[in-house]
């Protein structure tokens, strides 16, 4: 306790000697602008203070397994926050497992109730579209003749394209035996 003491009184001493060689100015000076290399007396005493804090601090022993129980501290709060993080992740899909089950049993509900109300299966390519022959046949004819008209009229626009192709290439030879 005494050096600390002694410590105080040499440091304060140093300081008045600073203070007096840096903050000695004339009246005039003083009033007119502040020095910045004079420092105040409160700036000085906090940083004194703090500097004898310091000093106190590197002085005091530290307690038997205090780093130890600091570091098991820490980690305990790691594996804390590591098992809150996981249980957030084990949520999400123990929950979208739930609803993968309901959505597969309410499909399999959903076709077994479908597959019950309906009386006998019907075939539909078996099932004729008409009950009478002659208007069966009427219909077929109908939609041949539109076919048949359709693909004429293909036809004709062919015809034509193959024309204009024609003479695009004898254009095309005359020029090339021009050139010759």
Not at 69 to 86: F, G, M, V
Request: net charge neutral.
């Amino acid at each position: 306790m005494d050096e600390l003491t002694n410590e105080r009184e040499q440091s304060q001493t140093i300081e008045q000697r600073v203070q007096k060689q840096t903050c000695l100015h004339s009246a005039e000076s003083r009033q007119s602008s502040r020095n910045s290399n004079c420092l105040s007396y409160a700036e000085r005493e906090g940083r004194r203070r703090s500097q004898l804090n310091y000093k106190a601090l590197e002085q005091i022993p530290i307690p038997e397994g205090l780093e130890e129980r600091l570091s098991a501290k820490i980690d305990e709060w790691e594996q804390e926050e590591t098992r809150q993080k996981d249980q957030r992740r084990r949520l999400l899909p123990r929950s979208l497992r739930y609803t993968a089950i309901a959505a597969s049993v309410a499909l399999v509900f959903g076709v077994g109730f479908h597959y019950l109300r309906q009386d006998e299966p019907v075939n539909l390519a078996e099932q004729d579209t008409y009950q009478d022959p002659a208007k069966a046949q009427l219909e077929a004819e109908r939609a041949l003749n539109l076919l048949a008209a359709n693909l004429n009229k293909g036809m004709g626009h062919l015809e034509k394209a193959k024309a204009l192709s024609d003479k695009a290439e004898n254009t095309l030879n005359k020029q090339l035996k021009a050139l010759e």
